[in-house]
């Protein structure tokens, strides 16, 4: 399947998972280029970064049983949207703390 798709379905797991039995959870923000000449890059990146998650997911190897939740950041073909997705990422960390 689409990657961004199984990581948005491995996250309403990791959020129901939290809702239902708090178990905890950590939030990594994945970076990466999802349109323009070089979406097949993000593409790519973004398989590998499902593949990661959903394997620490389901053996539960961080402690306590932590989960981690992964959010697409995509900074497109131009460079200078990348300050603009770095901007949003560093006001995301500061309104949730997971």
Do not use: C
Not at 2 to 28: G, W
């Amino acid at each position: 399947g689409d990657a961004e798709s199984l990581i948005y379905l491995e996250d309403q797991n990791v959020l129901n998972k939290h809702a239902t039995s708090n178990t905890p959870y950590i939030t990594i923000v994945v970076g990466t280029l999802m349109t323009g000449d070089n979406a097949s890059v993000g593409h790519d990146d973004l398989q590998g970064a499902y593949v990661a998650q959903k394997e620490f997911n389901d053996s539960s190897q961080l402690a306590g049983g932590t989960q981690v939740r992964l959010l697409i950041a995509n900074s497109g073909n131009n460079k200078l949207y990348a300050t603009t997705v770095a901007q949003q990422i560093v006001l995301l960390a500061k309104s949730d703390s997971t």
